[in-house]
């Protein structure tokens, strides 16, 4: 078996100076304390856990990265069998607290800001992908059923997946329906004790079966005979893959994994093709109501799409700092001006080139983590405020998650790729880690919804809510950075810069809903996802600013990680911002190119 000692690795794999800038210095969000629910969770006690997380990755995750990878998930005698480090992964959270960091203290969790527990998340996502997923679905499993199940569900449930012994799922995507969830055609039969007969299949279930855990309880949508058509009539249901019998001990609750999908990258965890009722013995409790599972699954969705921007980021982080390692040690040619051939080589990382691609990498990584943890916060806000304040934080979270979902997940392709470029011919081999990490991002730009879903849902939905509201708040808050920026010599032009994009973007919207009138929602819609894109880069460039303000107004940090951060906002200013300019041509034309085009054209 292959372990990580015989690939080229980085000396690390995220930058903690750059997250408690984030936490403490940008968001501050240790203030978060100062209310009832949080009080718990210090300055202190927060560098205390993202200490014991760092510690984690190191012992049980990262030295398991290559070996996850070359020995995948396989289905074996009715079970998927995985490395066996998942198994001690999953107690280890369990002891350690960690799988209930989020949920309430009435049911035994730590009510820990998910600001905190997000920073954490990507310490272990930078270290092991697929290592930490089954903790996290486990967490968000156990807040739906915390949230919206029965209380007396939650003594049977929580307290086990709380400890590791057993994990959480959602499984929401079916054979032939994809990301379509108004064809979800799983039944649920109403029985005379209260519970359903569950049948049906479900396809691409992350961590759906594993030899890891005693039981994994799945949090399924069905449909129960008699609801309406389409997403109106989706329940929501705990269909454990065990149940307990009257003695207390498990059962086989008919639920069989069929198949494992073997991937490309993100190998560790498996993904299930699951039947459910095969022998019309699969029972499935019902979460709340009936015919509003969705509404409860989007709880748990959203989160996971926050995850998904987050994880993507954290690959890239560790992409990155494998080719920087990488461009300090491999020497290769000299300075562009030097014609001696006799005089010695010089690392890569002096080339112009070279050093374009990791400021490119470096400054895609720190803001990205920057937006997800200013998302968490707002999450966080909105637990913990009330009247409007808490719609303002609802709406800007509701407009922004799309955003923080998709442009980090994209973005990770083309980044993780970057870093395979500066290892050259050798990162195209096994030998180091750079193809990896390629393989292993690549996922995210489809799971939790595809990037042209969330371009649809910011265009069609987000940027209308509240006829707009959410979207003058966020300009608010950017308008605030901005006035702030101006007073700086060293941040003024960039503020200037971002103001006038800013304009152009409303001058755009309200272009792309005269067209929604005129021609309809598909010429509407069609370039949503470049909207997402444009839309993406301008948010971007708000957390660079406000991290620039950061900068400006804290005498206290050192001046060497000021200058760094300095050098990233002018390269995102200089080289990234500028890419709106084509998106917002190609969004203003009256060209349809991709409405109404004979499919035999394609071809």
Not at 32 to 55: C, G, P, R, V
Not at 230 to 248: A, L, N, Q
Not at 348 to 364: G, P, S, Y
Not at 485 to 506: D, P, R, S, W, Y
Request: aromatic share 10%; with cysteine; net charge negative.
């Amino acid at each position: 078996m292959q372990t990580n000692s015989s690939v080229f690795l980085g000396d690390k794999f995220y930058n903690r100076e750059h997250v408690n800038f984030i936490l403490f210095d940008v968001l501050k969000a240790d203030s978060l304390n100062t209310f009832d629910y949080f009080a718990d969770h210090d300055k202190a006690s927060i560098e205390m856990y993202l200490d014991a997380s760092n510690q984690f990755a190191h012992e049980y995750l990262f030295p398991y990265l290559v070996e996850m990878d070359r020995k995948q998930p396989e289905l074996i005698d009715g079970r998927i069998r995985v490395h066996p480090i998942h198994k001690d992964i999953m107690r280890q959270s369990g002891e350690n607290g960690w799988i209930s960091l989020l949920a309430s203290n009435e049911v035994g969790g730590l009510q820990m800001p998910s600001t905190f527990s997000n920073a954490a998340s990507f310490i272990l996502g930078a270290a092991n992908y697929s290592g930490c997923v089954f903790v996290g679905l486990t967490m968000g499993a156990a807040h739906l059923i915390e949230a919206f199940a029965d209380q007396k569900y939650h003594s049977i449930y929580l307290p086990k997946m709380f400890s590791g012994e057993w994990q959480g799922t959602m499984a929401l995507t079916e054979p032939g329906a994809g990301s379509s969830l108004s064809d979800v055609a799983s039944t649920a039969t109403p029985q005379a004790d209260g519970t359903y007969k569950i049948s049906g299949q479900k396809i691409f279930i992350s961590c759906g079966d594993s030899d890891a855990v005693d039981n994994v309880v799945h949090l399924l949508l069905a449909r129960v005979k008699g609801a309406p058509a389409g997403t109106k009539g989706i329940s929501m249901f705990i269909v454990p893959r065990e149940r307990i019998k009257e003695d207390g001990t498990l059962t086989s609750n008919d639920v069989t994994p069929i198949g494992v999908y073997h991937k490309m990258g993100y190998k560790g965890a498996p993904i299930a093709h699951l039947s459910f009722g095969e022998n019309d013995d699969c029972i499935g409790w019902l979460v709340g109501e009936e015919n509003k599972g969705l509404s409860y699954m989007f709880q748990m969705m959203n989160e996971a799409r926050i995850s998904v921007g987050l994880h993507a980021t954290s690959i890239s982080s560790a992409a990155y700092y494998a080719s920087l390692k990488y461009a300090n040690e491999r020497l290769q040619g000299r300075h562009i001006a030097e014609k001696n051939p006799e005089n010695p080589q010089v690392p890569i990382i002096t080339h112009a080139d070279v050093k374009r691609m990791l400021l490119f990498q470096k400054t895609f990584i720190e803001g990205a983590l920057c937006l997800e943890l200013q998302c968490s916060y707002y999450a966080d806000m909105m637990r913990v405020s009330d009247g409007d304040e808490k719609e303002k934080y609802h709406l800007l979270l509701e407009l922004l998650t799309p955003v923080a979902k998709s442009y980090p997940a994209e973005t990770s392709i083309i980044s993780t790729s970057t870093a395979l470029q500066i290892f050259g011919g050798y990162g195209f081999t096994k030998d180091f880690i750079a193809e990896q990490y390629f393989r292993e991002t690549r996922i995210h730009a489809i799971h939790e919804g595809t990037t042209a879903i969330h371009g649809m849902d910011l265009l069609g939905r987000k940027v209308m809510l509240k006829n707009g509201k959410a979207v003058l708040l966020l300009m608010q808050e950017v308008m605030q950075e901005i006035n702030i920026a101006k007073q700086h010599e060293n941040t003024k032009a960039q503020a200037i810069a971002l103001e006038k994009k800013l304009g152009q973007l409303q001058e755009l919207s309200m272009h792309l809903i005269n067209v929604a009138q005129k021609e309809g929602v598909e010429a509407y819609l069609s370039d949503a996802t470049l909207y997402l894109e444009l839309f993406g880069i301008l948010v971007l460039a708000w957390q660079w600013l406000k991290m620039g303000n950061t900068c400006n107004e804290n005498a206290n940090i050192d001046q060497h990680f000021k200058d760094s951060k300095y050098l990233s906002l002018n390269y995102f200013f200089e080289y990234e911002l500028p890419k709106t300019e084509g998106l917002l041509q190609r969004l203003k034309s009256t060209l349809r190119v991709t409405v109404g085009v004979d499919k035999e054209l394609i071809d």
